[in-house]
């Protein structure tokens, strides 16, 4: 119920700010699956300089974790960072992509300020993990083969976007969905580890 009352209020808020977003040509016919005209398109090269709301549910047979806040993906910095709110705590994350762990794990710096209870003490924490949020890059669908998944709808965005599919870091698999501005709106993933499954849904995106 929780995440129905998120989910219509941040749709009224894209409402007031439609206006205001870049309007960009249509997906052609030929991309509709179900279509005689189909042709499998190329995966596109997007725009990876970007800062966008967000709202993230990961849940696994364990736990359900719901997450929203800021991104700035900062390819040129090799950085992601993110601003986030859950659970009465706030977090500024910041992970470093151009230090990356033998085993490929992220340098990651994080800054916990809790905001319910007596102990607001902000506390900190660095060490090597496997992000959430992955640092995208313009090539980031080429350079990991992309194949086109079709046209398909998203919660919170108001046209069709297109969804590709990849294996993040060869085992991974991710759904990456793109507008039709070359943008990027969006990933789902899983790993049967745990049996997770992880949504990251973005809305109100600013482009460099």
């Known amino acids: 119920m929780k995440v129905i009352h998120i989910l219509s209020y941040l749709s009224a808020m894209l409402v007031a700010t439609a206006a205001a977003k870049k309007s960009c040509a249509p997906f052609p016919d030929s991309m509709e699956i ?12 997007v725009k990876s300089s970007y800062n966008t709301s967000f709202l993230q549910h990961k849940w696994n047979a364990n736990l359900s974790h719901i997450t929203s806040g800021y991104i700035y993906n900062l390819p040129k910095q090799n950085l992601v960072i993110s601003n986030e709110a859950y659970d009465g705590n706030l977090a500024a994350s910041t992970f470093n992509y151009a230090n990356i762990s033998k085993d490929g794990l992220v340098d990651n710096t994080i800054i916990y300020i809790p905001i319910d209870g007596n102990d607001t003490n902000s506390e900190s924490y660095r060490g090597y993990v496997n992000p959430g949020f992955p640092l995208i890059k313009d090539d980031f669908l080429v350079s990991n083969g992309a ?11 108001p046209d069709k976007v297109a969804s590709w599919k990849i294996m993040y870091q060869g085992s991974i698999p991710v759904t990456v969905y793109v507008d039709s501005c070359d943008v990027v709106v969006g990933y789902d993933f899983f790993s049967p580890y745990l049996r997770t499954y992880v949504i990251t849904m973005y809305f109100n995106t600013q482009t460099a």
Do not use: K, N
Request: aromatic share 14%.
């Open 34 to 45: 179900f279509t005689s005209g189909f042709e499998e398109p190329a995966p596109p090269l």
């Open 147 to 157: 194949s086109y998944g079709g046209l398909v709808r998203r919660e919170l965005l």
